[in-house]
């Protein structure tokens, strides 16, 4: 596949950015604050190290920039399909600002519950505060979520739900195909929302997976998009795709929401049919904590590399398998 992304961190200078991996000397860009004695990130924008060393808000006692966290009420709450649930709640204009950008996540918890019943959950919608998010009832901590009292603990804003989430933000006037599966749904609205409001052709093959239900079609065709909706990706939305690829109209991207299994079927298909264009995919890691600390998302690259998901954004290609 063509135009690899070179691995970068998601909250790279922003005000989140120097991080406690910076103090840690396990920055992901940095090789001073990795420890090392020579300058050798090759970086052309504002330095890091210099950020830390002027604006030091983990190495001093001033208390560092952390994400926010507020309790707000559940004002929405909807049974969408088997063990699939849509909550909508209200946050702080600051942070409704800052979930709108494509690849958002929250944590989400009780608030009579400990810290590590938080969970992250990719934001579907933001309309002016209200934010919305979709949770599928398979664990102990989102069975709490959902059976609990109508108050809430969201903690935020993450970043990283998306992996080549610089193709989605940055094309225009493009073809994109967008390859949707089961609780893939969810960045997938969010997604075909950004890229039909930059006034891009999206073609979206929809199954409904595990959750046995297709929620987001109908308003993806009311925004613009064309929708094939399927009843597997396995059995037949493959093979629409196959015949897009075939159909020889200039694709610019595809757009892989669902599980690891469906992004490596996406690639098989692309090397099939010999295209050789950006793919885009959600970011299935395992998170506990979000900061890159815990070490719950590390994954390998096919280079040997171990890359910390929550943080790092890259190729999916690039992950070893």
């Keep these: 596949m063509a135009r690899k992304l070179s691995a970068s961190c998601i909250d790279l200078h922003s005000p989140f950015c120097p991080c406690i991996l910076a103090e840690t000397n396990h920055c992901i860009l940095c090789s001073h604050l990795k ?51 849509l909550l909508g709640f209200t946050v702080n204009e ?32 933001v309309n002016g505060r209200m934010v919305e998010v979709v949770i599928e ?6 069975k709490r979520l959902l059976t609990g009292g109508e108050q809430i603990v969201v903690r935020g804003p993450y ?25 893939g749904q969810g960045p997938a609205l969010a997604i075909g929302t950004k890229l039909l409001a930059n006034q891009n052709n999206v073609i979206a093959i929809i199954a409904p997976g595990k959750t046995e239900k297709i929620f987001i079609g109908q308003e993806l065709r009311e925004l613009g998009a064309m929708v094939y909706a399927v009843d597997s990706l396995r059995r037949s939305g493959m093979g629409i795709l196959g015949r897009l690829f075939e159909a020889g109209e200039k694709i610019d991207l595809v757009v892989s929401t669902g599980p690891d299994e469906q992004h490596y079927g996406v690639i098989a298909a692309m090397q099939c049919a010999s ?8 970011n299935n890691a395992t998170m506990c904590c979000g900061e890159g600390i815990c070490g719950s998302c590390q994954r390998e690259a096919v280079d040997n590399r171990t ?15």
């Design 137 to 142: 009832d398979v664990g102990p901590k989102s």
């Design 307 to 321: 890359l910390r998901m929550c943080k790092v954004q890259t190729d999916f290609s690039q992950l070893a398998t």
């Design 35 to 85: 420890g090392q004695s020579t300058c050798d990130c090759n970086w052309a924008g504002v330095c890091i190290l210099y950020e830390k060393y002027w604006q030091p808000k983990i190495c001093t006692d001033e208390k560092p920039t952390v994400r926010i966290e507020v309790e707000t009420t559940i004002s929405r709450r909807e049974l969408i399909a088997t063990n699939t649930h």
């Design 159 to 183: 970043y990283n739900g998306i992996l080549g989430q610089p193709w989605i933000d940055n094309i225009t006037c493009g073809t994109i195909i967008l390859v949707v599966g089961g609780m």
């Design 94 to 125: 600051s942070l409704a600002a800052e979930l709108g950008k494509t690849g958002s996540f929250v944590f989400l918890k009780q608030p009579s519950d400990p810290e590590f019943f938080h969970f992250p959950v990719g934001v579907m919608k």
């Design 275 to 282: 295209v050789n264009i950006p793919m885009a995919a959600t």
